[in-house]
C-alpha cells in the first residue's frame, strides 16, 4: 500500500496569514497515463469531508483561489494564501493512484 | 447535480453483517463513474473500503480481507455494501462517495454502532 504522510499534524494559524500543509507519498503517484491522482480535501466537523484541489492543483469549481495545490512524484503540498475562519477543520491528502487508495493522517488548522 | 444518500441500522451486534445502501440522484449508476465507500471511526482518519466501476467491476481494502461486498442495483439507482463479521473495530461513520479519481461529491455519511 501507498503510505501517505502528512505534515504538520496541527497548525495554529493567524487570520489573514498563510498556511501550507505536507505530503509525501511512500511511492510515486505519478499514473502510466500521465496523471498524478492526488487530491486534497477539507473536512468541518460533523460534517463529509469535501473536495478541493485533484490531479494536484485543479481546484474544483467554487473552491476559493486562496487555495493552491502543487508537487509531483512524491512530495505535494497545499497552501492557503489568507486564512479565513471558515478554513477550520482538518484536511487530508489522498491518492488515487494505486489501489487501494489512501489517505493521509490529516492536518488540523486551527485559528491562534 | 449528483447527490448521493446512505442509510443503514444505526445499531447493529458484533458478528452480524452490517448492510449500507447509497442511493443517487441526478446521475444514472449506469452511464459511468467509479462509486465508492470509506469510513471514518470515531476521531480518527479517513479509510478507504472499496469502490464499484459501472460495469460492476469491485476493488477492496486487503484490510478488510474478504469481509466487504460492494453490488449495483441499477433498476433502484444505488450501490450497497455489506460487511460481514463485525466487530466494535467497524463502529465508524460510513460515507458513499462518487469516485472519479477523486471523491467529488459525498453523501452526507451513516452513523454505524457495532454493540452487544
Known amino acids: 500500500d501507498i503510505v501517505m504522510t502528512q505534515t504538520p499534524l496541527s497548525s495554529p494559524v493567524t487570520l489573514g496569514q498563510p498556511a501550507s500543509i505536507s505530503c509525501r507519498s511512500s511511492q510515486s503517484l505519478l499514473y502510466d497515463d500521465g496523471n498524478t491522482y492526488l487530491s486534497w480535501l477539507h473536512q468541518r466537523p460533523g460534517q463529509p469531508p469535501r473536495l478541493l484541489i485533484y490531479?494536484?492543483?485543479k481546484r474544483v469549481s467554487g473552491v476559493p483561489d486562496r487555495f493552491s495545490g502543487s508537487g509531483a512524484g512524491t512530495h505535494f503540498s497545499l497552501k492557503i494564501s489568507r486564512v479565513e475562519a471558515e478554513d477550520v477543520g482538518i484536511y487530508y491528502c489522498?491518492?488515487?493512484?494505486?489501489?487501494?487508495?489512501?489517505f493521509g493522517q490529516g492536518t488540523k488548522l486551527e485559528i491562534k | 447535480q449528483v447527490q448521493l444518500q446512505e442509510s443503514g441500522p444505526g445499531l447493529i451486534k458484533p458478528s452480524e453483517t452490517l448492510s449500507l445502501t447509497c442511493d443517487v440522484s441526478?446521475?444514472?449508476?449506469?452511464?459511468?463513474?467509479?462509486w465508492g465507500w470509506i469510513r471514518q471511526a470515531p476521531g480518527k482518519g479517513l479509510e478507504w473500503i472499496g469502490d464499484i466501476y459501472h460495469t460492476g467491476t469491485t476493488h477492496y481494502n486487503p484490510s478488510l480481507e474478504t469481509r466487504a461486498t460492494i453490488s449495483l442495483d441499477t433498476s433502484k439507482n444505488q450501490f450497497s455494501l455489506t460487511l460481514n463479521s463485525l466487530t466494535a473495530a467497524d463502529t465508524a461513520v460510513y460515507y458513499c462517495a462518487k469516485d472519479l479519481w477523486a471523491f467529488d461529491v459525498w453523501g452526507q455519511g451513516t452513523r454505524v454502532t457495532v454493540s452487544s
Open positions: 441526478g446521475y444514472s449508476i449506469s452511464d459511468g463513474y467509479y
Open positions: 489522498m491518492q488515487a493512484t494505486q489501489y487501494p487508495y489512501t
Open positions: 490531479q494536484i492543483s
